[in-house]
């Protein structure tokens, strides 16, 4: 059974730097993409924040517009985890982080029905 645990979310000023974790069971990062997706107060859909695919060349790492230079993806394989380190964080940044991965493909993905697992998700709140 495959299971995405997320975690470190909390609340922060606006400002402050976070760094969300995605622990998963039953299943490797290693060698397919993965994602992590926010869904903001009062919003019916889940947003695209920071995407990491693998290939034998290489990962590529695709971001949202509104987090780039501020949020990092990262994966550490040993222990099975995705990280989403986020700096300078904004009160437009609040909302329930949710980690994914794809079955199938390591292809880096944006779109959420690309996406097979998804963890519990974890708040993140940025107070102004």
């Known amino acids: 059974q495959v299971r995405f645990v997320d975690s470190g979310g909390r609340s922060v000023q606006a400002g402050d730097s976070l760094t969300l974790s995605c622990a998963a069971s039953g299943w490797t990062f290693k060698y397919y993409a993965v994602g992590w997706f926010r869904q903001a107060p009062g919003k019916p859909d889940r947003e695209f924040v920071a995407?990491?695919?693998?290939?034998?060349?290489?990962?590529?790492?695709k971001y949202a517009d509104s987090v780039r230079g501020r949020f990092t993806i990262s994966k550490d394989n040993a222990k099975n985890t995705v990280h989403l380190q986020m700096t300078n964080l904004k009160p437009t940044d609040t909302g329930v982080y949710f980690c994914?991965?794809?079955?199938?493909?390591?292809?880096?993905?944006?779109?959420?029905?690309?996406?097979?697992?998804w963890g519990q998700g974890t708040q993140v709140t940025v107070s102004s």
């Open positions: 995407a990491m695919g693998w290939s034998s060349g290489g990962d590529t790492v």
């Open positions: 994914a991965g794809r079955s199938t493909s390591g292809a880096v993905a944006m779109s959420t029905y690309q996406y097979t697992y």
